[in-house]
């Protein structure tokens, strides 16, 4: 989508700069943001970002919002990137977005496209995605989002971005509650995570068993056990209260995943009801059940 010139914009539009894996999907996440108007440039070095925006202000407006796209091809200019965000050089509100997958995920993508890692040397693949881990380690820590595309596809990925980014002018957290089982991994893009496990399972009840936590008797037999009502009652509010902190922090995002054997019953159970109660407080809230089908 090509930006449109706007004189008269006040506000100064979002910066978003996507970095993470080779192979994670930089290249499909920067088609979507362009397609929701972004002015977007691939493979910038992290030390023209302060001359990048001065160009799209000059050309466009203020107001026009950008993407770039910054990745270990960057060479000897990636460690200004770190450096740049923290001093808050582009003089705009900045969105650090990091994709991941995991290592055997990246590995039988970039055999499928046939490219070499850009760190692999004469060395594997794989020893180019832990040398580009060892890079990208600090900004992963510090990332605002980060988005593990390992069991998405290209659409997942587009859904993912548009989500995040379709409406950036509302400042109100955006908070995605992920049930899933433990069997199947814990979610590694996640920024709490609660064991469910402590709850009876109601896979052992019969007339349960072929029910999910989104049905009414599963529901109501989860809550009901000892511990349930507790639970929630003590973990909405830390919820909501680093929820304010994010806020503060300027951050957009959180991540809260629960989690119980196969992320059918209980952890679906509780996180319908977790969602509930931070929509009653006002929070912007989605529920993902992952693995739910998935037995």
């Known amino acids: 989508m090509t930006p449109t010139r706007d004189t008269d914009a006040t506000e100064r539009g979002e910066l978003v ?29 992290p030390s023209l970002l302060p001359d990048v925006v001065k160009l799209v202000d000059e050309g466009f407006s203020s107001a026009q919002r950008i993407a770039v796209v910054v990745d270990v091809r960057s060479g000897s200019f990636f460690h200004t990137l770190h450096a740049n965000l923290a001093q808050g050089a582009t003089g705009r509100r900045t969105t650090l977005v ?4 995991a290592d055997d995920v990246l590995v039988r993508r970039q055999e499928a496209a046939r490219r070499p890692h850009p760190l692999q040397g004469t060395g594997r693949l794989l020893d180019g995605l832990q040398r580009e881990r060892q890079v990208l380690g600090d900004l992963r820590s510090d990332a605002d989002l980060v988005i593990d595309t390992t069991a998405l596809n290209v659409h997942q990925l587009t859904d993912a971005i548009g989500e995040a980014f379709g409406s950036p002018e509302t400042m109100r957290l955006s908070v995605n509650v992920i049930s899933f089982g433990f069997k ?8 709490f995570v609660a064991d469910m496990r402590f709850l009876p399972n109601p896979f052992w009840v019969p007339e349960l068993r072929a029910s999910t936590g989104k049905d009414g008797p599963v529901s109501d037999y989860v809550r009901a056990q000892p511990g349930a009502e507790e639970f929630l009652d003590a973990y909405v509010p830390v919820l909501t209260g680093v929820a304010e902190g994010y806020l503060r922090e300027g951050k957009r995002f959180m991540r809260v995943a629960l989690g119980c054997t196969g992320g059918k019953h209980r952890s679906v159970a509780m996180s319908e009801e977790i969602s509930r109660r931070l929509l009653a407080h006002g929070l912007e809230v989605r529920v993902t059940h992952r693995d739910l089908g998935r037995e």
């Not at 993470?20 to 929701?36: F, P, Q, Y």
């Not at 199947?184 to 920024?191: F, M, N, Q, T």
């Open 184 to 191: 199947y991994g814990i979610p590694v893009d996640a920024d």
């Open 98 to 101: 990091f994709l991941d997958a």
């Open 17 to 45: 700069v996507v970095t993470g894996m080779t192979g994670a999907g930089r290249s499909t996440a920067a088609k979507e943001l362009e397609d929701l108007g972004y002015y977007v440039v691939d493979n910038l070095p």
